[in-house]
C-alpha cells in the first residue's frame, strides 16, 4: 500500500450517523462476490432483488424488519454486501457475526477476512482471519489479542491510532475511553487495501440477507 491512512483520516467516515457509529460491524472479505459471499454463509435473500442504498437505508431496512416482532428474527441477522474492488464488504447494523470465529472461520479458507465491531464499548473487537483460523483478534481490550499471530499488526496499531499498546495496568491517561472506530477503518485498511469513505457509503448498493445467529463464543479468540 502506498497510503498509510490512520484514525484522522475516518474521523467522519459515518458523518452525523451517530446510530451507525455506535453499533455496527464491518467485514472485508477477500476473493469472493457478494452473491457467493451470501451463499457461504446460506443466507437467505430478501427485499426481492432490490438493492438498499447506503448506511442510511441498510439501518431503516434493519429496524424496520426488528419492527415486525417476527421471532424468527430473533434467530437471524440482517446483512447487506457490496464489492469493493477485489473485496465483498458485509455490513451489519446493530449485528456481530463478522467477529464470530464460528460463523467466519469456514469462508476464510483459502482468503483473507478482517472485520471490526462497535457497540456500547468504545473500543469493541477486531478480527483478522487468513485461510480457515484466526491470525490476530482481541474482544473488549487490544492489549489481549489471541489468535497464531498476536503481535504481528503490533506497530502499525500504534501508528494508527490505538496509542502506545503498553503496560494497561499503567496509568491510562488523556485518551482513557475514546472510542477505537476510526482505528480500527485505518488498520482493517492496512490489511486489507481497502480504503472506505463517508461518499462510498452512502451510495453503495447493498444486497441484502438474513444470516443464522451463533451462539457468542468467550473471549479471548484464539
Known amino acids: 500500500m502506498n497510503e498509510f491512512t490512520t484514525e484522522a483520516d475516518y474521523a467522519d467516515v459515518f458523518g452525523t450517523d451517530g446510530d451507525f457509529e455506535e453499533s455496527h460491524c464491518f467485514t472485508y472479505v477477500q ?3 457478494p452473491e457467493e459471499l451470501l451463499g457461504e454463509l446460506k443466507a437467505v435473500r430478501v ?8 448506511l442510511s437505508g441498510l439501518r431503516e431496512w434493519t429496524i424496520g424488519l426488528y419492527r415486525l416482532e417476527d421471532r424468527a428474527f430473533e434467530e437471524v441477522q440482517p446483512v447487506g454486501v457490496v464489492p469493493v474492488g477485489d473485496w465483498t464488504l458485509m455490513v451489519e447494523y446493530n449485528g456481530f457475526l463478522g467477529t464470530e470465529p464460528e460463523v467466519m472461520l469456514p469462508v476464510t479458507r483459502g482468503r ?27 474482544g473488549e481490550d487490544p492489549y489481549c489479542r489471541g489468535g497464531s499471530h ?28 475514546k472510542s477505537l472506530t476510526p482505528a480500527k477503518f485505518a488498520l482493517a485498511h492496512h490489511v486489507t487495501g481497502v ?4 461518499r462510498l457509503l452512502e451510495r453503495a448498493e447493498f ?9 457468542a463464543a468467550s473471549w479471548p479468540r484464539v
Open 150 to 177: 498476536p503481535d504481528a499488526l503490533l506497530d502499525v496499531m500504534r501508528k494508527v491510532g490505538f496509542g502506545p499498546m503498553e503496560d494497561p495496568d499503567a496509568d491510562e491517561g488523556e485518551g482513557a475511553g
Open 112 to 138: 483473507t477476512a478482517v472485520s471490526h465491531m462497535a457497540n456500547v464499548s468504545p473500543v469493541g473487537p477486531f478480527c483478522w482471519y487468513v485461510d480457515g483460523s484466526v491470525r490476530m483478534s482481541y
Open 207 to 215: 444486497t441484502c440477507g438474513l444470516v443464522a445467529k451463533k451462539p
Open 47 to 54: 427485499s426481492a432483488g432490490t438493492a438498499v442504498t447506503g
Open 195 to 198: 480504503r472506505l469513505t463517508r
Open 31 to 33: 476473493n469472493v462476490s
